[in-house]
């Protein structure tokens, strides 16, 4: 299973952008999905999840200000991110916990990160 996330980019406190991170090869099932970011010097923390079935968490810092969800058809889960801040700075990494088939286990897949620079 291979995770690809795009959308990240340099922006201005306040604005937006949207993340992307679509899982493909070889996917028997997928189950949670979910972003994460590590900044520079600290560790890689939750931003948000979503099951297959659209619930979704929250880390408090961005509560109200991003959204999460999915494409079950597509294995694709998105981060809309508004009101940016500078300390949303970081690097945001896709995971997802899948099973390439029905003989193997679930396990956690990670994307490759995608950067996400706020500046004032």
């Known amino acids: 299973v291979q995770l690809q996330a795009s959308g990240g980019g340099l922006v201005q406190a306040g604005d937006s952008l949207r993340l992307s991170c679509a899982a493909s090869?070889?996917?028997?099932?997928?189950?949670?999905m979910g972003w994460y970011r590590q900044a520079p010097g600290k560790q890689r923390e939750l931003v948000a999840t979503i099951t297959r079935d659209g619930s979704a968490n929250y880390a408090d810092s961005v509560k109200g200000r991003f959204t999460i969800s999915r494409d079950n058809a597509k294995n694709t889960v998105y981060l809309q991110m508004n009101s940016l801040k500078l300390e949303d700075t970081a690097v945001y990494y896709c995971?997802?916990?899948?099973?390439?088939?029905?003989?193997?286990?679930?396990?956690?897949?990670w994307g490759q990160g995608t950067q996400v620079t706020v500046s004032s």
């Open positions: 995971n997802c916990n899948a099973r390439r088939t029905a003989f193997h286990t679930v396990r956690d897949y």
């Open positions: 090869g070889s996917i028997f099932s997928v189950n949670g």
